[in-house]
């Protein structure tokens, strides 16, 4: 689907996008201002109109923006590791150890994506996008004999990304517990148990966080 953004820009336009996510991630949708984004980006208010038009275009951009690159270290992750196990646990660990403004910003996506017909559309192409990756080493662990599923392949997949963003939630409210090694620990225990993967199978070292 198309994204809502204008031309004008170039370079600049994305130095400025990072600059709104990182006012997004503190601020929250509803308090992100062009003047909270332009003391932040150094970019002028006029300059941040000619760019998105309005306050909401900008935000919206930024979000796309910002999760299509989340989409793409995913697919960076995955292609790095050829072993379904392997490649597996280092997708989770990516998704884990995000850093903070990373959480903060996909939350304000989902929920700006339940008010906004044009996000929420472009909220499931990105959960099939961010997905995809997840469900690939599942059915690859299967076709090659290296996990006995207890369980559809889409069904496992489907429940690990809801651990995954349901910690995300977790985080960003602040709640100590629970603490992300110890969550770690019990999902790839029963992420095994659900691929039928031996005890013995190697565990990559966790991905230091962003």
Known sequence: MPMRKRRAGGEKRDAVLDAVAGVLATRGYENTRFADVSAAGGVAISTLQTYFGSREDMIIEAMQVFTDREVEALRAVSAAEADPWRRLVALVDRSLHNSESTRQVLVEFWRSAMRDDELRDYSADVRERYRAPFLAAVREGAARGAFTLTHDADAVTDLLLAALAGLIIFRVQQ?????????????LTQLRLMLGVDDSAPTPERIEER
């Open 175 to 187: 709640d100590p517990a629970p603490a992300a090694a110890d969550f770690r620990d019990v999902l």
